[in-house]
């Protein structure tokens, strides 16, 4: 009981250290959040980007161009063969003389396409890939194994600009842990500078406290306490702001994406992600304060 009454003490000296400048206390709150938003800030982008992408392999596309002499009847039997792949979901059949039709609706030049003497278009089957076919290696080969069936001209799959954006993801998570790093030594620094001009504040405290017997572990214990609101509470602040943002960008993108007709919904942090982030800027803020504390109190020694 008196071990849990030392560390009550220490909690409420540490919440008296910051209530006696509010205003600066809020201020390094949102210093500490701002620079733990900022790469938080492009994982929560950099996770919604890959949802978008995610759902782009669920519901590819692919074309197959097929011979423009292809009898009707072997197109059938393709057909047929095509539906009872397992790597298919779903198979489409638009004729040649149903795809001119389209083109003619789509882009007009009706009187153009009437002077033609045959037809220019070619029939073709739109392949939609199984929902476990998610990555290029196998909607590649996919793609391989569907162009060596009979009366295949081309199959097509444009997985180029997929490609680049994957590569471009993997770009923003380098970025990330980068900005990671860097952001968490600046939260270091900004939580031990306060909490060292805080125990220099209280030097002749400190030294009173020695001097009545008080170990180096008790001395500590507010200011390692003081660690962990900081870094805490600038967990909290880095949420609020990432998450307002997402708020504020949750109209415009969510109007976006019904223009393509997707039903994509911006996601802010999950419960995991919100943890992670609080479990770390904590111990960001215990790591600082248990460094400059135990180096500082060390040091003094009462005449």
């Known amino acids: 009981m008196r071990l849990i009454h030392r560390h009550i003490q220490a909690w409420q000296a540490s919440l008296d250290q910051l209530s006696v400048s509010p205003i600066a206390t809020l201020l390094i709150f949102a210093v500490i959040g701002i620079a733990l938003a900022l790469p938080m800030g492009l994982y929560v982008a950099l996770k919604n980007v890959q949802t978008v992408t995610q759902n782009i392999h669920a519901s590819a596309q692919m074309s197959l161009y097929l011979n423009l002499d292809t009898p009707e009847p072997q197109i059938n039997r393709l057909v047929q063969t095509l539906r009872l792949d397992n790597d298919i979901e779903n198979v489409t059949y638009i004729s040649a003389d149903q795809g001119l039709k389209d083109f003619q609706q789509q882009y007009g030049f009706g009187n153009a396409l009437a002077e033609l003497k045959e037809n220019p278009l070619p029939p073709v089957i739109m392949i939609e890939p199984a929902v476990n076919l998610r990555t290029g290696p196998e909607l590649a080969q996919l793609q391989s194994r569907l162009e060596k069936l009979p009366n295949v001209h081309l199959a097509q799959l444009n997985m180029v600009w997929l490609q680049r954006l994957n590569a471009m993801i993997l770009v923003g998570q380098r970025v990330f842990y980068a900005m990671a790093f860097l952001f968490g030594l600046v939260v270091l620094l900004v939580i031990g500078n306060t909490i060292k001009l805080t125990t220099q504040n209280a030097l002749d405290e400190i030294i009173v406290t020695k001097l009545l017997g008080g170990s180096n572990r008790f001395i500590a214990r507010p200011f390692l306490y003081s660690g962990l609101i900081y870094g805490l509470a600038g967990g909290i602040f880095a949420w609020l702001f990432v998450d307002g943002m997402m708020w504020w ?22 419960l995991p992600s919100t943890l992670i982030l609080l479990l770390t800027s904590t111990a960001l803020g215990y790591i600082a304060s248990w460094f400059v504390v135990h180096r500082y109190i060390n040091t003094i020694e009462p005449k």
Do not use: K, M, R
Not at 251 to 269: C, D, K, M, R
């Open 249 to 270: 960008l949750q109209s415009p993108i969510n109007y976006l994406a019904q223009l393509y007709n997707s039903t994509f919904q911006v996601e802010g942090f999950d």
